[in-house]
């Protein structure tokens, strides 16, 4: 958090994440809103061992602003491992319906999620800013 926090990316415009735990959202936040220039944006959660027995949360508090690259930069987004977390879906959400110059965003489900159909079906009617932007689905 204190990396994220204290030191500005000013020069970034590429950045895959790959979350080993839980709790990552707040340190995302913490490093869009100092990477002005961020054009391409993945989360690859693909990695993650998901475990039954796991019932931490992923906590998301909504940041009190929009970090810059959402609202003038970010141009394509990736979600590999999405899970259909209630607080995935937040993150989610609040991604598509900041970024402004979104041209691209591609949502892959974890292999293992029931009902892929259904939530495919409301992950496309999550509000997009964007008047051009594609959802793909993989």
């Known amino acids: 958090l204190v990396c994220c926090k204290a030191i500005n990316f000013s020069r970034l ?5 790959h979350p080993e735990e839980l709790d990552w959202s ?5 490093l869009l809103g100092n990477a002005p220039k961020l054009r391409d944006l993945m989360v690859d959660y693909d990695t993650y061992e998901y475990s ?7 906590s998301w508090n909504q940041p009190s602003s929009v970090p810059k690259c959402l609202m ?8 590999r ?21 979104l041209k ?16 495919i079906y409301e992950l496309r009617n999550i509000p997009r800013i964007s008047t051009v932007s594609q959802l793909l689905f993989n």
């Open 104 to 119: 691209s965003a591609t949502i892959s489900l974890r292999h293992d999620l029931e009902e892929q159909e259904l939530i």
């Open 81 to 101: 491992g999405y899970g259909d977390r209630v607080e995935e879906e937040k993150i989610l959400t609040y991604i598509l319906a900041n970024s402004k110059c």
């Open 26 to 30: 707040e340190p995302l936040m913490l």
């Open 13 to 17: 415009v590429k950045l895959a994440i």
């Open 52 to 58: 039954e027995s796991e019932d931490a949360p992923l």
């Open 72 to 79: 003038s930069q970010l141009e394509i987004f990736e979600w």
